[in-house]
């Protein structure tokens, strides 16, 4: 308990000091979107995709992503895996895509996170996120890109 209360506090610092940092630069707001938790059976466990986009600074028509997959489940030292992919479809422009990749769970002491970029364009973009195995899903998500 005293770790998890040293690693919160921790983490709430550092998000303190970097908001502080970019506001104190004038950086304009971003556009984010967040999925949610996306919870599913991996490979040899159970545990859950949290995924979330944003618009790059200063790159017009392209987000930018990072995705995780937490065990919930023991796996006795062995990789849990599971096959995750990002569509998108711009509403205004009618362009499509998808990024896929496969995820590897995240332990007790290991932090393994992918990161990605969606050449979507500008303009209203549309934005789900399975997998390939059973899942719950979560809600499609929207985001306007500049």
Do not use: H, K
Request: glycine letters at 14%; proline letters at 5%; one cysteine or more.
């Amino acid at each position: 308990m005293r770790i998890r209360r040293m690693v919160i506090g921790g983490v709430a610092a550092v998000a303190t000091l970097v908001g502080v940092s970019f506001g104190a630069a004038g950086q304009a707001a971003a556009a984010s979107a967040n999925f949610g938790t996306l919870r599913t059976l991996g490979s040899i466990c159970i545990g859950g995709v949290n995924s979330y986009v944003w618009d790059i600074y200063n790159r017009s028509g392209v987000l930018g992503g990072q995705m995780t997959f937490d065990l919930w489940t023991p796996t006795f030292g062995q990789p849990c895996t599971v096959g995750v992919s990002v569509n998108w479809r711009n509403l205004d422009s009618g362009a499509t895509g998808t990024y896929s990749s496969v995820l590897t769970g995240n332990g007790t002491f290991d932090l393994r996170s992918q990161q990605f970029e969606l050449p979507t364009g500008p303009g209203r973009v549309a934005l789900s996120l399975t997998t390939d195995r059973p899942d719950l899903p979560v809600p499609d998500t929207e985001i306007v890109v500049p």
